[in-house]
């Protein structure tokens, strides 16, 4: 009677069904983690998108505040220029037609603290821009425009450098 029954094919078939049912989770553990990983990839693609049109912003910001400080030159330099401080911050901020400097702090976009700083240029005996000693230009002004916003990790602060001359002479 057992020489009819065969144990063999009955085992056999019970390791072919657990046996798909382990493909399956592994599957869908394969499957989840391909997922998972492309996500990641999407989220991280994101925020190095935002970082670059935030920079992009910032880099426009600048230039729009070194035009500004020259706008300011050009309206009259007694009046807009000589009459700021060596090496204080100023804000910019568009009233009435118009860039003034002031001291209160204006959030662009609600993001973005942009200043400017006007510092006394020297010069030695041959005209020449110096760091240390020489005489003061009083219609020379180094201009640094600075421009900082908070990223998510911290803050990330640019800055430009340039000239200006009392040009009009005024």
């Not at 002031?102 to 005209?127: C, E, K, P, W």
């Not at 602060?157 to 340039?162: F, L, Q």
Request: charged share 25%; hydrophobic share 40%.
């Amino acid at each position: 009677m057992l020489s009819k029954f065969n144990f063999y094919k009955v085992i056999g078939k019970k390791q072919k069904q657990g046996s798909v049912l382990l493909e399956v989770v592994v599957g869908a553990a394969i499957i989840s983690a391909s997922l998972l990983s492309l996500m990641s990839v999407f989220n991280m693609s994101l925020r190095f998108a935002e970082q670059s049109i935030k920079k992009t912003q910032a880099a426009f910001l600048l230039e729009e505040g070194m035009e500004a400080v020259r706008v300011l030159r050009d309206s009259g330099w007694l009046n807009n220029i000589e009459t700021l401080d060596a090496g204080t911050s100023y804000h910019l901020d568009f009233l009435e037609d118009k860039w003034v400097a002031t001291s209160t702090a204006d959030y662009i976009d609600g993001v973005f603290d942009r200043v400017f700083i006007l510092d006394d240029v020297y010069r030695d005996s041959n005209y020449d821009i110096v760091d240390l000693g020489g005489d003061l230009d009083t219609d020379t002004r180094k201009i640094t425009v600075a421009i900082s916003w908070f990223d998510g990790k911290g803050t990330t602060k640019e800055r430009i450098h340039s000239y200006i001359t009392n040009i009009f002479d005024d």
